[in-house]
């Protein structure tokens, strides 16, 4: 072999090494990614819970989680963020189904429906597995507790925003994120309460984007050609606003139309910065994590909980982002 080809193998076999090392690597943090860093079967745990998110790859429920992982490291706790990559109704049902069959200490969920979820929830209490409802209430299951916004007041404080950044006049035109889930009702619900007196105040129409950003683009747009005299959206989940923001801008119409929001997410944020959303509805989800892995210790050790905690909830505009931070992140 020729100097040349000796120095071409050696470094040929280093960055087949490198890259196995990282394929090994990064391919164990895909398996384990839900998991703590320590070696799960080693480390001996006081509980083992799951939060099942709507979304896995949602930035709001990945803000739950960091909530729920730092109290988890805080008292011992071994946390599996488990749930659908995208919202899908079915595979969030077996999540929980397959966390109670691999009989955990607790589950932390959101309870999206009471058709769904409150059956299944109160099967899982009666087989002795405590469950705490995150983000949105079942409640009239027999779940433990809630922790999470008050989803029907935070509608409600949106819709007192918009009359008073409108002045009381506006062609509204909503996209919420489900027709069918507890929290997108409740807030749409406390949004029309809110505004049911205003003569100036007209709800054009109402579309859903069903958690999905795609579909959130895609109503938006609807709207925009259907209903040019639309000048005021409400976007009632966390993508929601995001996607309005974009497709208003595309027709250049910042400047016409109003948006509010909900959530602090990065990219709200950067809307709000630019203008284009005018104001949002502030959720904490980290607090909701990190305070549900404090109750579901507290129901399990036999400890008084308050069965209803709502987490704080109020509106941002430009002016307050300083104070705002990132969805209650310490
Ligand atoms: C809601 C979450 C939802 C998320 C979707 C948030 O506003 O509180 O329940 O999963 O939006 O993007």
Same mark, same amino acid.
């Given at each position: 072999?020729?100097?040349?080809?000796?120095?071409?193998?050696?470094?040929?076999?280093?960055?087949?090494?490198?890259?196995?090392?990282?394929?090994?690597f990064?391919?164990?943090?895909?398996?384990?990614?839900h998991?703590?860093?320590?070696?799960?079967?080693?480390?001996?745990?006081?509980?083992?819970?799951v939060?099942?998110?709507?979304?896995?790859?949602?930035?709001?429920?990945?803000?739950?989680?960091?909530?729920?992982?730092?109290?988890?490291?805080?008292?011992?706790?071994?946390?599996?963020?488990?749930?659908?990559?995208?919202?899908?109704?079915?595979?969030?049902?077996?999540?929980?189904?397959?966390?109670?069959a691999?009989?955990v200490?607790?589950?932390?969920?959101?309870?999206?429906?009471?058709?769904?979820?409150?059956?299944?929830?109160?099967?899982?209490?009666a087989?002795?597995?405590?469950?705490?409802?995150?983000?949105t209430?079942?409640a009239?299951?027999?779940r433990?507790?809630?922790?999470?916004?008050?989803? @029907?007041?935070? /509608?409600?404080? &949106?819709?007192?925003?918009? %009359?008073?950044d409108?002045? $009381? #006049?506006?062609n509204?035109? *909503? =996209?919420?994120?489900?027709?069918?889930?507890?929290?997108?009702?409740?807030?749409?619900?406390?949004?029309?309460?809110?505004?049911?007196?205003?003569?100036?105040?007209?709800?054009?129409?109402?579309?859903?984007s069903?958690?999905?950003?795609?579909?959130?683009?895609?109503?938006?747009?609807?709207?925009?050609?259907?209903?040019?005299?639309v000048?005021?959206?409400?976007?009632?989940?966390?993508?929601?606003?995001?996607?309005?923001?974009?497709?208003?801008?595309?027709y250049?119409?910042?400047?016409?139309?109003y948006?509010?929001?909900?959530?602090?997410?990065?990219?709200?944020?950067?809307?709000?910065?630019?203008?284009?959303?005018?104001?949002?509805?502030?959720?904490?989800? @980290?607090?909701m /994590?990190?305070? &549900?892995?404090?109750?579901? %210790?507290?129901?399990?050790? $036999? #400890?008084?909980?308050?069965p *209803? =905690?709502?987490?704080?909830?109020?509106i941002?505009?430009?002016?307050d982002?300083?104070?705002?931070?990132?969805g209650?992140?310490?």
């Amino acid at each position: 072999m020729s100097k040349l080809s000796i120095v071409a193998y050696t470094v040929g076999s280093l960055f087949f090494l490198v890259s196995c090392s990282f394929s090994i690597f990064y391919g164990y943090k895909v398996v384990t990614h839900h998991l703590p860093k320590e070696d799960s079967a080693v480390k001996k745990y006081n509980y083992h819970f799951v939060l099942v998110a709507e979304e896995l790859d949602n930035e709001y429920w990945r803000l739950v989680d960091e909530g729920a992982r730092a109290a988890a490291k805080k008292y011992d706790v071994l946390l599996e963020y488990a749930g659908p990559k995208q919202a899908n109704l079915e595979d969030h049902l077996k999540t929980i189904e397959m966390s109670a069959a691999a009989k955990v200490d607790g589950i932390m969920t959101q309870g999206l429906s009471d058709e769904q979820f409150s059956p299944l929830i109160n099967k899982v209490v009666a087989k002795g597995i405590p469950v705490i409802t995150v983000d949105t209430d079942a409640a009239n299951s027999r779940r433990q507790a809630y922790i999470g916004t008050d989803n @029907y007041y935070s /509608g409600f404080l &949106a819709g007192k925003a918009l %009359i008073k950044d409108t002045k $009381g #006049k506006a062609n509204v035109a *909503i =996209i919420t994120g489900s027709f069918t889930k507890n929290h997108q009702i409740q807030r749409v619900k406390g949004f029309k309460d809110a505004v049911q007196f205003e003569k100036g105040i007209h709800i054009i129409a109402v579309e859903e984007s069903e958690i999905s950003r795609v579909i959130a683009a895609e109503k938006a747009n609807q709207i925009m050609q259907g209903h040019p005299e639309v000048n005021a959206f409400f976007g009632t989940s966390a993508l929601d606003g995001i996607e309005i923001a974009q497709v208003v801008e595309k027709y250049k119409k910042q400047n016409q139309i109003y948006i509010i929001g909900f959530d602090t997410l990065p990219e709200t944020v950067k809307y709000i910065r630019q203008g284009t959303i005018k104001a949002t509805v502030v959720q904490e989800p @980290y607090e909701m /994590g990190y305070g &549900a892995v404090e109750m579901m %210790i507290n129901i399990i050790e $036999g #400890k008084r909980v308050d069965p *209803i =905690i709502h987490t704080n909830t109020r509106i941002a505009r430009l002016e307050d982002l300083p104070a705002v931070g990132m969805g209650g992140r310490k």
